[in-house]
């Protein structure tokens, strides 16, 4: 082990997992590879990918926007299959996931690459990035799921990364989660198109979209995507009858506009109903948005406010100072408190068999 290994290696450890083979090194390797399932070939031996509404057509030897899809002759690849470039146990809160098994763990990993280029990202030194250009783990599916249950998480949580764009990695490890009773999250924007949509939800347990705005031109300048396929991937999981949860990230003077929060209010309320959970949480200055400030407690309580007042049950405040009366699940029937949170620890929850413990409220979620 070099010392650059080594470095990593004491790295990994100390984030609590230890997991047998090496640190692999930025560089090309054959082994993360394999077949893409979503595109379709075209002429002169290019493809056009299936995967996501960009729909990028790929000349041989080219990539997709993503970086992490390869054309080779005419058949095309991802190059991160087994290629785990961040990984950690974190609680499911930390997704944040609010109404799917409070107080317990996901395994969650990433790997390089993303189909969408917010200029707000917090993981952008992985998802701005190609696969061969940052060291990794050789975390093939099957043993995903068996470090999931060797660290007793009963959930693997795709995440840090857009997952859509590592999708055939990820429903096979839902898939090998499945055969130890280990659930699958995915903490993803929503920009996927529909098949490849279902083929997820028939394999994961749960999704959290980023709803990063409700204008057009936001999702086109800042994060270089489009709104229409975010909603539509939000009500074809409903329809679905996934558990769906929906975060927005307010961000000052981009997407604070309480016009626009009330907006996104009533079309959540119109096209998926009262009960979908919604958490707005605050923006911190990072990568190419440096220059705006630090989103005041004040912007996420208000969104908050807009949200309960317009008639969504279940709202939350996110990175808040701990202890934020906002990050509590309340009966939407008798307002008492049901699930008493601290930060990421959870105080006290008051839910039996999925009913509020004081009135007999059904609370949606899945808690068991
Ligand atoms: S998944 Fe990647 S290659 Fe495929 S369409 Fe989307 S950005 Fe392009």
Redesign the pocket.
């Known amino acids: 082990m070099d010392r650059r290994e080594f470095i990593q290696a004491l790295c990994l450890a100390t984030a609590g997992i230890c997991v047998s083979g090496s640190v692999i090194q930025a560089g090309n390797d054959k082994r993360f590879i394999t077949e893409?399932r979503?595109?379709e070939k075209l002429s002169d031996n290019s493809i056009?990918?299936?995967?996501?509404?960009?729909?990028?057509i790929?000349s041989p030897g080219g990539?997709?926007?993503?970086?992490?899809?390869e054309n080779d002759d005419g058949k095309?690849f991802s190059l991160v299959y087994g290629r785990v470039c961040t990984y950690h146990i974190d609680p499911i809160e930390k997704k944040p996931l609010f109404h799917f098994l409070p107080g317990t763990t996901a395994f969650s990993i990433a790997t390089a690459?993303c189909?969408l280029g917010c200029k707000f990202c917090q993981n952008w030194e992985i998802s701005q990035q190609r696969p061969e250009d940052i060291d990794a783990v050789n975390l093939p599916p099957k043993k995903v799921a068996g470090v999931a249950e060797k660290y007793k998480c009963p959930t693997i949580a795709y995440t840090y990364n857009e997952p859509?764009?590592f999708?055939e990695f990820m429903v096979d490890c839902a898939l090998e989660g499945k055969k130890k009773k280990i659930r699958s999250v995915m903490i993803s924007a929503g920009?996927?198109?529909k098949q490849p949509l279902l083929q997820l939800i028939k394999a994961l347990d749960a999704i959290k979209i980023d709803l990063k705005g409700f204008r057009d031109d936001f999702y086109s300048q800042i994060c270089l995507g489009s709104l229409k396929p975010v909603l539509d991937t939000i009500v074809t999981i409903k329809e679905h009858g996934r558990w769906l949860e929906i975060v927005n990230l307010v961000i000052p003077t981009l997407n604070d506009d309480p016009k626009d929060i009330e907006k996104m209010c009533k079309w959540i309320i119109d096209n998926v109903g009262d009960d979908v959970p919604i958490h707005f949480t605050r923006f911190y200055p990072t990568y190419k948005l440096k220059n705006l400030p630090v989103t005041p407690v004040a912007s996420v309580e208000k969104a908050r406010d807009i949200a309960l007042s317009k008639g969504i049950k279940f709202a939350y405040v996110g990175n808040v100072p701990i202890g934020h009366p906002g990050e509590s699940t309340y009966c939407p029937s008798c307002h008492k408190r049901i699930i008493d949170r601290w930060g990421y620890s959870i105080r006290s929850i008051r839910l039996k068999d999925g009913k509020c413990e004081y009135c007999g409220e059904p609370i949606p979620g899945i808690w068991s």
């Open positions: 893409a979503f595109y056009r990918c299936l995967i996501c509404p960009r729909q990028c790929v990539r997709g926007f993503c970086r992490v899809r095309y690459g189909n859509t764009i999708f920009y996927i198109n």
